[in-house]
């Protein structure tokens, strides 16, 4: 009797182990159908743009850490990786970022340059350029290029989700309406200015300046890294005495010290653009976005410009 208990006994225990590894198995199974596929974005624009319509069908992986130049990053061993598992790769172009040029991609790719209106670059730009391409890697400052931005990545995420084509479209007309006011704002704060030129150290306001009727002077060109002389120094002294200028722009990813060294030469205090191929930690903690960043420089350009 006592031997048929234990037999009983021992039955219902390996019942119940199996009953336990069948459903831990399904979970398993459920973890993985579960879990999202990743986009992999080079720039902070168009990753504003795909995380504002993908919102949460996606994990959208910033290839850039936050706070780092995008001009002269090179992915690490860790972030390739994670770029070869995404379903999607979402970059620049245009020669912005260096490391592409080696890489051969095995997924999905989509290079946003091949469908913006990119700016060609003067003679006097080419010889300060950028990676040699002739044109001007810095679209997503214009509004226009980056509606056109947005139509191109809510297509490609339709095509990678189709069953969720009506969520991103809905998304995509709440992002292009941000644009539109954003584009209103700027017309109507830029219309009447008494300056007509900005003083940067990095010219990548081409096309914003192109947009709304100003103009730029840059110190190193258009990459952030560019070398300046004594010479160009001066020539931006006397310009700025010359114009009475009274603003002066750095940015956060580059050195602010030969800006700096001009400021103290005319007395005048540096202050900061966005350029919005990356931002930094803090703004992301701040939970800044495109629309709020372009505000911001909006702000700072209306007063530079003396506008009305």
Known sequence: MQYKKRITFLVFSISLLSLFLLGCSSNSKEQKTDRKPTISVSSFALYDITTAIAKDTFVVNHILPFGVD???????????????????????????????????????????SKFVHLRELTKKEEHK?????GVDPHYWLSIENMKIATDSITKELIALQPENEAFYRKNEKSYLKDLETLQKEYAESLKSCKQERIVVTHNAYGYLAREFGFKVISLSGLSPEAQTNAKSMQRLIETIRKEKITHLFSESF???????????????????????????????????????????????IHEALECN
């Open 129 to 133: 350029g950028h990676h040699g391409l």
């Open 70 to 112: 995008p001009h002269s990053y090179e992915p690490t061993p860790k972030t390739m990786a994670t770029i070869e598992k995404s379903a999607l790769v979402i970059y620049s172009g245009a020669g912005l970022e260096p490391w592409i040029r080696n890489y051969t991609f095995k997924q999905k790719v989509l290079n946003i």
């Open 254 to 300: 580059a050195s602010a010290k030969s800006m700096q060294s001009i400021a103290d030469e005319v007395g005048l205090h540096v202050d900061t653009l966005d350029a919005l191929g990356n931002i930094t930690a803090d703004e992301m903690k701040q939970n800044l976005n495109y629309k709020k960043i372009m505000e911001r420089n909006l702000h700072k």
